[in-house]
């Protein structure tokens, strides 16, 4: 037996001998102080000031209970948690045995222990202090009443008595409310860091398929193996439950060389066996050697990595982030290696619970089905660089969409801006303060009676005059639309799906109805082709009124709203079978449906927003992470998303910047009123969200307003600095994308995607390979300390220059509410613009590159895609720009594009010291730029009205 199970032992018993002890202390502290209020009030003469001291002795009783309460129910939980942890273990094997329950328990301790702290026994506790605390002070009144000779003082005291049972019963409330929803947390933290590592079992009996009889295929994508594993199940798979992997299986080859890297690496360590509590239910374990990390698995688990974490496969509600849910399921599986990535594919779209284990370098994932076990399973395993992976996953699943220009700007929402007169004062502001924004949003108030596809007349009279006004500003407007329809005999939509079958049916065949925000609702059948062609025609109804883009929220579906219970519990069913099956594949559906109605009737690059979705959905939609909270926590939880989501094939993503909900764990509804602002950690939201690929400011109805603007003059300032700072890159992010969308790579990456050995950074990353960012991601911080890779370093906003000759360099940087290191490669040109009002008119038709370069580096390149257009038929012009410096006296640099469309300039920035350049054999003289953005570096300007050219830039003699 360990030592780990002793101590969790001993500190039961601890625990249990104090709680008894605090049970006596409350009794004498409460008879104590009821004994000295109901003397003082009978004592003397001067009767009036000792009842007033009798009060606050009185008030004071509620104090003590709470401080009594808290220690009880602390300790209480401190109980639940160690027992379950000893629980956990098998009494006969030194080993965690169920990996994925503990962690199940940790995500689920807030949802879960309440209802047992609060069982019959602990109702009790506290109905005995509320009681002490409301009507203990009315055992007071006849002594005190009795101290008093004129009966002329009787109203007055009773007044003073009123108040105290006021005083008394609201802070009894608060006893209660502080006990159920805080006092464990602690003590969950302690419990988890307390936890023995253990090795985790090798051997797995009951083993159904040998390794010889797993592998059907071995494949080559590229010049990287791939291993096809297939287990095959029984004859029911009559539905497919598979991905959408668009064909690209095709583009699959056997190797011809026998050998295969891939099988030594999982030689005898994969095993197919039947779960011990369901024998409908199949696990697939895997054990890898020589693993640093496990990332991957979307945006559905705190942190960062995924190194000791259970992921629940199941698309569902977070109820305003009241529960551990998860909105998508992306069954990737994504492991950094020490010299190479290792990528795990799982071809369904079943629910399951993935649980991963990293101890001692050696990852142990087991993936459980939770319906539907026994049929088949398809998983794709690949190893190569960083690179290779995701390009791996998008390859399968579907490359991520070319976004239009303006889905990378700045987007501004709010649940909701009501009315026509609210979205114009707010897109003028914009304009009065000098911000650059590219689209307003417009959540369910526009809606009649929350009905999609419609509008509330009273407060949007004419929503094509409305998006014809926001356009003159260089605003688009975005449009909510959920998958839920209202039952109404007089609607059309519900009328015409009604007719013609299009919602999905319950068991008896009747249409289902769950309950939305317009109350009763029907859902549509988005697994049958026809109706996601009706659906696409209803979008074109906003589109046609002026809309831009569509944002698909509620989409999991969430069947009803508030509702904790889960959903695989409702017999829903689709034409091509179970809801089970399709349910993390609806949202993708609807994407794939909007995505289409957008392109055919404007013939331009489609917006869609998903809350919801899997893997392929980076085809049709950007992805956000729902509802987050106003916390220093959200904010981190914020880029570890990101980052992950790349690391899983979607690559255009982000989280509402300033948080959508109130960080306080407050019940339902209730966890959306947000009671003060936070300007610090609004101004660092912002820093972080100019980075992200979807950058958008976002909160709820009940909060205050969450503009730029809205938290005085300061923050003002400091958005307004890096939203511009965010258009001012917005060529090399849109650069990125177009890459993304060629070969998956993520926008926002983590070091070790570049610099294998920065493992262990997660306070910093990388946009594209070339720009390096430090933000402040915690509050009343003054001074961080960055990793620096090996290589030389510009600091984006003071010019300063960092050498790095070993492999990495820790540097200490003073920061500011309005500045946080950002650095750019040495050795590249970095395409920018000069902010306007939006995207487009900041792109208008000049290219300009800035030339990073320093003394000692003999060679610069750089890139960029470039358009002014959404339309489809248009191409993005290639730019390519290379550079080789002779002793850094001369500068020899060549332009060459492709799919000119009708740029117009390309203008090089140089350091100040090349004064002059000659092409065609003339000769140019730059004109001197500096301040750019608030910077402190200055270049040397060259404007050329060529496409295609080379030139030597020249110091002065």
Same mark, same amino acid.
């Given at each position: 037996?360990?030592?780990?199970?002793?101590?969790?032992?001993?500190?039961?018993?601890?625990?249990?001998?104090?709680?008894?002890?605090?049970?006596?202390?409350?009794?004498?502290?409460?008879?104590?102080?009821?004994?000295?209020?109901?003397?003082?009030?009978?004592?003397?003469?001067?009767?009036?000031?000792?009842?007033?001291?009798?009060?606050?002795?009185?008030?004071?009783?509620?104090?003590?209970?709470?401080?009594?309460?808290?220690?009880?129910?602390?300790?209480?939980?401190?109980?639940?948690?160690?027992?379950?942890?000893?629980?956990?273990?098998?009494?006969?094997?030194?080993?965690?045995?169920?990996?994925?329950?503990?962690?199940?328990?940790?995500?689920?301790?807030?949802?879960?222990?309440?209802?047992?702290?609060?069982?019959?026994?602990?109702?009790?506790?506290?109905?005995?202090?509320?009681?002490?605390?409301?009507?203990?002070?009315?055992?007071?009144?006849?002594?005190?009443?009795?101290?008093?000779?004129?009966?002329?003082?009787?109203?007055?005291?009773?007044?003073?008595?009123?108040?105290?049972?006021?005083?008394?019963?609201?802070?009894?409330?608060?006893?209660?409310?502080?006990?159920?929803?805080?006092?464990?947390?602690?003590?969950?933290?302690?419990?988890?860091?307390?936890?023995?590592?253990?090795?985790?079992?090798?051997?797995?009996?009951?083993?159904?398929?040998?390794?010889?009889?797993?592998?059907?295929?071995?494949?080559?994508?590229?010049?990287?193996?791939?291993?096809?594993?297939?287990?095959?199940?029984?004859?029911?798979?009559?539905?497919?439950?598979?991905?959408?992997?668009?064909?690209?299986?095709?583009?699959?080859?056997?190797?011809?060389?026998?050998?295969?890297?891939?099988?030594?690496?999982?030689?005898?360590?994969?095993?197919?066996?039947?779960?011990?509590?369901?024998?409908?239910?199949?696990?697939?374990?895997?054990?890898?050697?020589?693993?640093?990390?496990?990332?991957?698995?979307?945006?559905?688990?705190?942190?960062?990595?995924?190194?000791?974490?259970?992921?629940?496969?199941?698309?569902?509600?977070?109820?305003?982030?009241?529960?551990?849910?998860?909105?998508?399921?992306?069954?990737?599986?994504?492991?950094?290696?020490?010299?190479?990535?290792?990528?795990?594919?799982?071809?369904?779209?079943?629910?399951?619970?993935?649980?991963?284990?990293?101890?001692?370098?050696?990852?142990?994932?087991?993936?459980?089905?939770?319906?539907?076990?026994?049929?088949?399973?398809?998983?794709?395993?690949?190893?190569?660089?960083?690179?290779?992976?995701?390009?791996?996953?998008?390859?399968?699943?579907?490359?991520?969409?070319?976004?239009?220009?303006?889905?990378?700007?700045?987007?501004?929402?709010?649940?909701?801006?009501?009315?026509?007169?609210?979205?114009?004062?707010?897109?003028?502001?914009?304009?009065?303060?000098?911000?650059?924004?590219?689209?307003?949003?417009?959540?369910?108030?526009?809606?009649?009676?929350?009905?999609?596809?419609?509008?509330?007349?009273?407060?949007?009279?004419?929503?094509?005059?409305?998006?014809?006004?926001?356009?003159?500003?260089?605003?688009?407007?975005?449009?909510?639309?959920?998958?839920?329809?209202?039952?109404?005999?007089?609607?059309?939509?519900?009328?015409?799906g009604i007719e013609n079958k299009y919602f999905c049916l319950n068991e008896s065949g009747s249409e289902f109805e769950g309950?939305?925000?317009?109350?009763?609702?029907?859902?549509?059948?988005?697994?049958?082709?026809?109706?996601?062609?009706?659906?696409?025609?209803?979008?074109?109804?906003?589109?046609?009124?002026?809309?831009?883009?569509?944002?698909?929220?509620?989409?999991?579906?969430?069947?009803?709203?508030?509702?904790?219970?889960n959903p695989l519990k409702y017999d829903i069913r689709h034409y091509l079978g179970p809801h089970w099956v399709f349910r993390?594949?609806?949202?993708?559906?609807?994407?794939?449906?909007?995505?289409?109605?957008?392109?055919?009737?404007?013939?331009?690059?489609?917006?869609?927003?998903?809350?919801?979705?899997?893997?392929?959905?980076?085809?049709?939609?950007?992805?956000?992470?729902? $509802?987050?909270?106003?916390?220093?926590?959200?904010?981190?939880?914020?880029?570890?998303?990101?980052?992950?989501?790349?690391?899983?094939?979607?690559?255009?993503?982000?989280?509402?910047?300033?948080?959508?909900?109130?960080?306080?764990?407050?019940?339902?509804?209730?966890?959306?009123?947000?009671?003060?602002?936070?300007?610090?950690?609004?101004?660092?939201?912002?820093?972080?969200?100019?980075?992200?690929?979807?950058?958008?400011?976002?909160?709820?109805?009940?909060?205050?307003?969450?503009?730029?603007?809205?938290?005085?003059?300061?923050?003002?300032?400091?958005?307004?600095?890096?939203?511009?700072?965010?258009?001012?890159?917005?060529?090399?992010?849109?650069?990125?994308?177009?890459?993304?969308?060629?070969?998956?790579?993520?926008?926002?990456?983590?070091?070790?995607?570049?610099?294998?050995?920065?493992?262990?950074?997660?306070?910093?990353?990388?946009?594209?390979?070339?720009?390096?960012?430090?933000?402040?991601?915690?509050?009343?911080?003054?001074?961080?300390?960055?990793?620096?890779?090996?290589?030389?370093?510009?600091?984006?906003?003071?010019?300063?220059?960092?050498?790095?000759?070993?492999?990495?360099?820790?540097?200490?940087?003073?920061?500011? $509410?309005?500045?946080?290191?950002?650095?750019?490669?040495?050795?590249?040109?970095?395409?920018?613009?000069?902010?306007?009002?939006?995207?487009?008119?900041?792109?208008?038709?000049?290219?300009?590159?800035?030339?990073?370069?320093?003394?000692?580096?003999?060679?610069?390149?750089?890139?960029?895609?470039?358009?002014?257009?959404?339309?489809?038929?248009?191409?993005?012009?290639?730019?390519?720009?290379?550079?080789?410096?002779?002793?850094?006296?001369?500068?020899?640099?060549?332009?060459?594009?492709?799919?000119?469309?009708?740029? $117009?300039?390309?203008?090089?920035?140089?350091?100040?010291?090349?004064?002059?350049?000659?092409?065609?054999?003339?000769?140019?003289?730059?004109?001197?730029?500096?301040?750019?953005?608030?910077?402190?570096?200055?270049?040397?300007?060259?404007?050329?009205?060529?496409?295609?050219?080379?030139?030597?830039?020249?110091?002065?003699?």
């Open positions: 037996m360990s030592k780990g199970i002793d101590a969790f032992r001993s500190e039961i018993r601890e625990v249990v001998s104090g709680l008894a002890q605090l049970n006596r202390t409350k009794i004498f502290l409460v008879t104590g102080l009821f004994a000295v209020a109901f003397g003082v009030a009978g004592f003397g003469n001067n009767a009036k000031s000792i009842q007033e001291y009798s009060y606050i002795i009185l008030i004071l009783i509620p104090f003590v209970c709470a401080y009594v309460d808290f220690q009880y129910y602390h300790g209480l939980a401190k109980i639940f948690v160690l027992a379950h942890f000893l629980t956990s273990y098998d009494m006969d094997d030194e080993e965690l045995v169920v990996v994925q329950d503990y962690e199940n328990f940790i995500e689920g301790i807030r949802k879960n222990y309440a209802p047992r702290l609060f069982g019959f026994e602990g109702k009790a506790q506290v109905g005995s202090s509320i009681m002490l605390s409301a009507f203990g002070p009315l055992l007071g009144i006849p002594l005190a009443l009795s101290a008093t000779n004129s009966p002329v003082t009787l109203g007055v005291e009773w007044k003073y008595y009123g108040v105290t049972v006021l005083l008394s019963s609201a802070i009894a409330g608060a006893i209660f409310v502080y006990s159920q929803f805080v006092i464990y947390s602690d003590e969950l933290d302690k419990a988890k860091n307390a936890i023995p590592k253990r090795k985790c079992k090798k051997n797995i009996t009951n083993n159904i398929h040998t390794y010889d009889e797993i592998i059907s295929h071995n494949y080559v994508y590229k010049t990287n193996p791939v291993l096809r594993l297939v287990f095959k199940g029984s004859d029911i798979n009559s539905f497919d439950d598979k991905l959408c992997m668009n064909s690209a299986l095709n583009g699959l080859k056997e190797p011809t060389d026998s050998s295969n890297m891939i099988n030594e690496e999982f030689n005898n360590r994969i095993s197919y066996y039947k779960s011990k509590d369901n024998i409908d239910r199949y696990v697939l374990s895997i054990s890898i050697t020589k693993v640093l990390s496990i990332y991957g698995l979307g945006s559905n688990i705190r942190g960062f990595d995924r190194n000791i974490k259970t992921t629940t496969l199941l698309n569902n509600d977070t109820h305003f982030g009241s529960v551990d849910n998860s909105y998508s399921s992306f069954p990737v599986i994504f492991l950094h290696c020490k010299g190479h990535c290792i990528g795990i594919l799982w071809n369904s779209s079943r629910p399951a619970r993935i649980a991963t284990q990293l101890y001692a370098e050696s990852a142990n994932i087991k993936l459980t089905v939770l319906k539907g076990g026994n049929l088949d399973n398809e998983f794709f395993i690949t190893q190569g660089s960083f690179g290779h992976v995701v390009d791996f996953f998008t390859f399968l699943t579907g490359r991520p969409m070319r976004p239009p220009l303006w889905a990378l700007g700045y987007h501004q929402s709010r649940w909701s801006y009501k009315n026509e007169k609210k979205v114009m004062k707010i897109a003028h502001s914009f304009k009065k303060h000098d911000i650059p924004c590219d689209s307003i949003y417009f959540d369910i108030h526009h809606m009649d009676s929350y009905k999609v596809f419609t509008w509330n007349k009273s407060r949007f009279r004419s929503p094509r005059k409305l998006f014809d006004n926001l356009e003159k500003l260089g605003i688009r407007g975005v449009v909510i639309v959920d998958p839920g329809v209202k039952v109404d005999k007089q609607y059309d939509v519900y009328i015409n309950k939305v925000w317009p109350g009763k609702c029907v859902f549509p059948d988005f697994t049958r082709q026809e109706v996601r062609k009706w659906w696409g025609e209803l979008n074109k109804r906003l589109i046609k009124q002026g809309v831009s883009g569509i944002w698909n929220d509620m989409n999991e579906p969430v069947l009803f709203i508030a509702n904790h219970e993390n594949k609806y949202a993708l559906f609807e994407a794939e449906s909007t995505f289409n109605a957008i392109k055919e009737e404007l013939s331009e690059l489609p917006f869609v927003l998903s809350r919801s979705g899997c893997c392929g959905v980076q085809q049709f939609a950007f992805v956000w992470t729902g $509802d987050n909270n106003t916390s220093w926590d959200d904010l981190r939880q914020n880029l570890y998303d990101v980052l992950n989501l790349g690391m899983s094939g979607v690559p255009f993503s982000g989280a509402d910047v300033g948080g959508f909900c109130n960080e306080l764990n407050l019940p339902g509804i209730l966890k959306t009123f947000k009671f003060n602002k936070k300007p610090e950690l609004f101004l660092r939201w912002i820093q972080l969200g100019s980075l992200m690929p979807f950058f958008r400011v976002h909160t709820s109805l009940y909060s205050h307003s969450q503009e730029p603007w809205s938290f005085g003059s300061h923050v003002l300032d400091i958005s307004r600095k890096h939203i511009k700072r965010r258009y001012h890159l917005l060529p090399y992010i849109y650069t990125l994308a177009i890459e993304s969308h060629n070969t998956g790579m993520p926008i926002v990456r983590p070091l070790f995607s570049e610099y294998d050995y920065l493992e262990e950074i997660t306070d910093q990353f990388l946009i594209g390979s070339d720009i390096l960012a430090a933000p402040v991601l915690f509050p009343g911080v003054n001074s961080i300390v960055v990793t620096l890779p090996k290589g030389a370093w510009f600091e984006y906003e003071t010019g300063n220059i960092y050498r790095i000759d070993n492999d990495f360099e820790q540097i200490e940087f003073t920061v500011t $509410d309005d500045y946080y290191p950002l650095f750019v490669k040495c050795g590249t040109f970095i395409p920018i613009s000069i902010p306007s009002n939006n995207s487009k008119n900041s792109f208008s038709d000049r290219v300009i590159f800035e030339t990073y370069i320093i003394d000692g580096i003999n060679e610069a390149s750089g890139k960029a895609y470039y358009r002014t257009s959404n339309k489809l038929e248009d191409k993005d012009t290639f730019i390519s720009i290379t550079a080789i410096v002779d002793t850094y006296d001369y500068l020899d640099v060549s332009v060459t594009s492709i799919n000119n469309n009708k740029l $117009d300039t390309i203008v090089i920035r140089v350091p100040p010291i090349f004064t002059s350049c000659e092409i065609n054999n003339e000769i140019i003289t730059g004109k001197e730029v500096i301040n750019v953005q608030n910077r402190k570096l200055s270049w040397r300007e060259f404007e050329f009205n060529s496409n295609e050219f080379s030139t030597r830039f020249s110091k002065k003699k």
